[in-house]
């Protein structure tokens, strides 16, 4: 098993995407990339304690390869927007990839690459090494399935596992 820590905007719509996919075994939201231990969702929503939103995606590269996970991921939000996605701005919604060694830095490094033939402007993802991850509160796991009549849902995470399940259908799950 292979754990990948992407931040691309709200954790929320990074979560309902990867659980679509085959291969996928767990994803777990949280904040990584800061200051402050322990970090509680109110104060990353300040942005004063440097922590992105994230997910830590956990898959099987025998059933998806890590290229498509990374790939999806530069498909379900804009890597040219700096510190924000959409409405969502702040330091917390950063486009940033976490690595914990040079292995997946290069991975990392790859998909950047092969991200910027498909966005034009600059790509701002950063990476960064991973520190130390804090799972986000239980009610922010898995929130898309927990709340699918919630407003963000509908009108920002749907379209993107919608999007996803156009891209990337061979990689979907059955419904």
């Not at 701002?124 to 991850?133: C, Q, R």
Request: aromatic fraction near 14%.
């Amino acid at each position: 098993m292979t754990t990948f820590t992407l931040a691309g905007g709200c954790f929320w719509c990074l979560d309902a995407v990867y659980r679509t996919l085959q291969g996928v075994t767990d994803v777990v939201s949280g904040y990584t990339g800061g200051s402050m231990s322990n970090p509680s969702y109110e104060a990353v929503c300040t942005g004063a304690t440097g922590h992105a939103e994230a997910v830590q995606v956990t898959f099987d590269e025998e059933v998806i390869p890590a290229e498509v996970i990374l790939d999806v991921f530069f498909t379900l939000h804009d890597p040219r927007q700096l510190n924000r996605q959409g409405a969502d701005v702040g330091t917390q919604y950063r486009s940033a990839m976490f690595y914990t060694d040079d292995a997946q830095k290069a991975q990392f490094e790859a998909a950047l690459d092969r991200a910027g033939e498909y966005w034009e402007g600059g790509i701002v993802t950063t990476l960064e090494p991973l520190g130390v991850y804090y799972d986000a509160e239980e009610y922010h796991q898995d929130f898309f399935a927990k709340n699918p009549g919630q407003g963000y849902c509908l009108a920002v995470a749907l379209p993107k596992v919608n999007k996803i399940r156009k891209s990337y259908g061979k990689y979907v799950l059955a419904s």
